[in-house]
Antibody, heavy 119, light 107 residues
Framework: QITLKESGPTLVKPTQTLTLTCTFS??????????VGWIRQPPGKALEWLAL???????RYSPSLKSRLTITKDTSKNQVVLTMTNMDPVDTATYYC???????????WGQGTLVTVSS | EIVMTQSPATLSVSPGERATLSCRAS??????LAWYQQKPGQAPRLLIY???TRATGIPARFSGSGSGTEFTLTISSLQSEDFAVYYC?????????FGGGTKVEIK
C-alpha cells in the first residue's frame, strides 16, 4: 500500500525559505522508473506542478519557479525534500507530494499541507 | 509549455444525468492525458490515464476518450458523490501541466 505524507511549517514570512518533506511508504525511490513530485494549489485555484525527482536522481522543475526550487531525496529515509526560496504571499497554497512511474501520471497523492505566507 | 484548457468552467447537472467534460491541449499530447477528481479538502484522485484507461477502483460510469489535442471525460449517470472538481493533466513531456478544472455541481 503506497502512502505519502507532507510535513513542514504552516506559516512562513515573506522572503523566508520554505522546506517541505514528503515521507512515503509502500515503494522505494531506488526502484527503476519511480518518481516523486510536488504539486501546489492556491486556495480556490487550479493545480500547479512544481518539481519531480526520479529514482536515478534526475530532477525536473517548473520553468517559472526553477530558480527558487530545489528537490532532493533520501532513499534510506524514504523522504523527498522540496525547498522554495524567497517566499511571497502569492505562494500561499496547499502543497502536495505524489508518486508516479515513468510515462504515467501521479497515481498516489499525499493529503497535502497548507502553507500560508504572511508577515 | 503545453497549455491545457478545460470547458466548461462549471457544469450544472441533475443526479442521474450524463456529464461531458472537455479538455484541449495546445499541442498534441498523444494519449498521455489523465483525469483527476477533487472534492473539497481532499487531494486529487486519479480517475483516468492514457486518455481512456480507468485507474484501479474507478467505477465504469467514468469513461475517457480522445487523443492528440481533444479529450473528453464522460460520467454516464451522475451520483451524489461525483459532484466535485475535475482536472485534466498532460504527461506527454517532462513539463507536466494541468487544466484549470471543471466544477460539476448539482442542478
Amino acid at each position: 500500500q503506497i502512502t505519502l505524507k507532507e510535513s513542514g511549517p504552516t506559516l512562513v514570512k515573506p522572503t523566508q525559505t520554505l522546506t517541505l518533506t514528503c515521507t512515503f511508504s509502500g515503494f522505494s525511490l531506488s526502484t527503476s522508473g519511480v518518481g516523486v513530485g510536488w504539486i501546489r494549489q492556491p486556495p480556490g485555484k487550479a493545480l500547479e506542478w512544481l518539481a519531480l525527482i526520479y529514482w536515478d536522481d534526475d530532477k525536473r522543475y517548473s520553468p517559472s519557479l526553477k530558480s527558487r526550487l530545489t528537490i532532493t531525496k533520501d532513499t534510506s529515509k524514504n523522504q523527498v525534500v522540496l525547498t522554495m526560496t524567497n517566499m511571497d504571499p502569492v505562494d500561499t497554497a496547499t502543497y502536495y507530494c505524489a508518486h508516479r512511474r515513468l510515462e504515467l501520471p501521479f497515481d498516489y497523492w499525499g493529503q497535502g499541507t497548507l502553507v500560508t505566507v504572511s508577515s | 509549455e503545453i497549455v491545457m484548457t478545460q470547458s466548461p468552467a462549471t457544469l450544472s447537472v441533475s443526479p442521474g444525468e450524463r456529464a461531458t467534460l472537455s479538455c484541449r491541449a495546445s499541442q498534441s499530447v498523444s494519449s498521455n492525458l489523465a483525469w483527476y477528481q477533487q472534492k473539497p479538502g481532499q487531494a486529487p484522485r486519479l480517475l483516468i490515464y492514457g486518455a481512456s484507461t480507468r485507474a484501479t477502483g474507478i467505477p465504469a460510469r467514468f469513461s475517457g476518450s480522445g487523443s492528440g489535442t481533444e479529450f473528453t471525460l464522460t460520467i454516464s449517470s451522475l451520483q451524489s458523490e461525483d459532484f466535485a472538481v475535475y482536472y485534466c493533466q498532460q504527461y506527454n513531456n517532462w513539463l507536466l501541466t494541468f487544466g484549470g478544472g471543471t466544477k460539476v455541481e448539482i442542478k
